[in-house]
């Protein structure tokens, strides 16, 4: 293939690139072919995501206790330690149980992270089906729920027998005026432990999962682009070095 030197002028680039357009053609198609190729051999990844809303001030709404231990209940674990429960051992063995995935493997699949500004933790969890990353991710979310209201009633129920222990400690000098409201401030605080729904809450459901792998269309058409480039600065160097022992012949006239 040649390049058109008998113009004895200044180096003009169009010519060049005309005269290797074949090669140009050749690297657009390599390029977007090796893409799309690429982009068909990687394994199918799906990703969704949720949103849980943390509560670091979290109590729960408990009587007041006349004669028996406070039953305030602690403030929830900072946002932090919380996002880092998410893909604890608690979390993961309860959620593995329901996907039927080891769970060491949905562990590894899971990534976490927390938002200061607005007090909530972002779950992602990656699988090879769309249904199975959505799925996963609404399974893992829920189980942190839970397991954060799990943990919540475990303190609930030692503080329930706290007063139990001080009613039975007590009940022998009150009168059945006081035992009463203490049996009365017991079933109360049993209620209560129903009904917390804990420091977790969803704000938002596993959303819809998205291939990590991109369109086709799109990627072919970056390989494309990419290998245009490269033919056209492969045809430029190309037209410079043909042109080179004409502009040495034009020197020595």
């Not at 729904?197 to 959303?207: E, F, I, L, N």
């Amino acid at each position: 293939m040649t390049v058109d030197t008998g113009d004895a002028g200044a180096y003009q680039p169009y010519r060049a690139i005309a005269g290797y357009w074949l090669l140009v053609v050749a690297l657009v198609i390599v390029g977007a072919g090796l893409v799309a190729g690429l982009n068909a051999a990687r394994s199918a990844t799906y990703t969704s995501t949720s949103t849980v809303a943390w509560n670091p001030n979290f109590r729960a709404n408990l009587p007041a206790l006349s004669g028996a231990p406070s039953a305030g209940v602690q403030p929830a674990p900072d946002l932090a330690t919380a996002a880092v429960r998410v893909r604890g051992d608690a979390v993961m063995a309860s959620a593995s149980a329901v996907v039927g995935v080891p769970a060491d493997a949905l562990r590894d699949s899971t990534t976490v992270s927390s938002s200061v500004l607005n007090d909530t933790i972002t779950i992602t969890v990656r699988a090879p089906s769309a249904e199975d990353s959505q799925k996963r991710t609404d399974t893992v979310t829920n189980r942190f729920v839970e397991e954060s209201r799990r943990q919540l009633l475990a303190t609930l129920r030692v503080q329930a027998a706290q007063v139990a222990e001080a009613l039975a400690s007590v009940s022998g000098v009150l009168t059945p005026g006081e035992t009463a409201d203490l049996r009365s401030n017991q079933a109360l605080l049993a209620a209560a432990a129903a009904s917390a729904d804990g420091p977790a809450s969803v704000v938002q459901s596993a959303t819809k999962p998205v291939d990590t792998r991109g369109k086709l269309t799109r990627n072919t058409a970056i390989g494309g682009v990419l290998g245009l480039v490269l033919g056209v600065l492969v045809a430029l160097g190309l037209g410079a070095r043909a042109r080179r022992p004409h502009a040495r012949q034009s020197l020595s006239e």
